[in-house]
């Protein structure tokens, strides 16, 4: 299985599980747990995103991860197939989390549910029970970064957030969060990522993407946003170039909290 499937191959997949990632902002006004109640891929399991963070907002650690993981019903050996509803893109950092937790045979359902109901496939509704199994998790350290990696990153710095937030003109949503970014990053908007009807660009156009926003994909990358979230989907997009890169989980939400840590404004 590749890093993305479509609605056809996934409708044709056996011994699949399917998960659904999807995460909103509060501002988006959305309930993801209902949404997934009121129409779902069936089959699928709602994955519950934050769940599988610890109290700090960041990636839980391999314990709790794994209790996540084997309640939910899934092995880290089994073929799984994540999908979203949400203008994030979320399935990213699920994704990431999942493969940063010892999983391997994982793909995202290319344009998520939009893609799925726009291929005729069917929805059910409801929430299933799933049947708890064990999950064994072994963190790759190299998938992430702290901050007190980033104080000394050598990387090209690429946050994800949009120009307004990057460059300090639009408040943070976050409050006492301060605004900017993390002096001498690149600003590449997660949303570069995407066609206009939310499947992932070709890597032709990927590799554009990041050229265009002064990225050199051959040197060392490492991504941030607002909370670890989108930055997942420029993780996924250098895979999609077979290029790692790994993720600061604190993101803009650690960094701009800290009294202590340098800040930039403007582009």
């Known amino acids: 299985m590749g890093p993305l499937v479509t609605p056809d191959q996934l409708a044709a997949a056996q011994n699949v599980r399917i998960l659904d990632a999807t995460w909103f902002l509060p501002e988006h ?48 050996s089994d073929a799984i197939v994540l999908y979203d509803n949400s203008p994030l893109h979320t399935s990213a950092r699920a994704w990431w989390a999942l493969r940063t937790m010892g999983a391997r045979n994982i793909a995202i359902l290319d344009g998520g549910l939009t893609a799925w109901t726009a291929a005729g496939h069917p929805t059910e509704t409801g929430v299933s029970t799933p049947t708890p199994t064990v999950f064994t998790a072994k963190r790759d350290t190299a998938a992430s970064r702290n901050l007190a990696q980033m104080r000394r990153a050598t990387e090209q710095v690429v946050d994800a957030r949009g120009p307004g937030r990057f460059t300090g003109t639009e408040p943070e949503p976050r409050a006492g969060v301060a605004s900017g970014h993390i002096p001498g990053a690149i600003n590449l908007p997660y949303a570069r990522m995407f066609a206009a009807d939310g499947t992932w660009k070709s890597p032709s156009d990927l590799a554009a993407a990041f050229a265009d926003a002064g990225v050199d994909i051959d040197r060392p990358i490492v991504t941030t946003c607002g909370s670890g979230v989108t930055a997942a989907n420029l993780v996924f997009a250098l895979d999609l170039l077979d290029r790692d890169a790994p993720l600061y989980d604190g993101s803009w939400t650690e960094w701009g909290s800290d009294p202590t840590t340098p800040k930039e404004l403007g582009a």
Not at 47 to 74: C, E, K, Q, T
């Open 29 to 76: 006004g959305r309930d993801a747990r209902a949404e997934h109640a009121a129409a779902h891929i069936p089959g699928t399991l709602f994955l519950d995103l934050p769940s599988l963070n610890g109290a700090d907002g960041n990636l839980a650690d391999p314990a709790a991860f794994a209790a996540r993981m084997g309640a939910l019903g899934v092995r880290e």
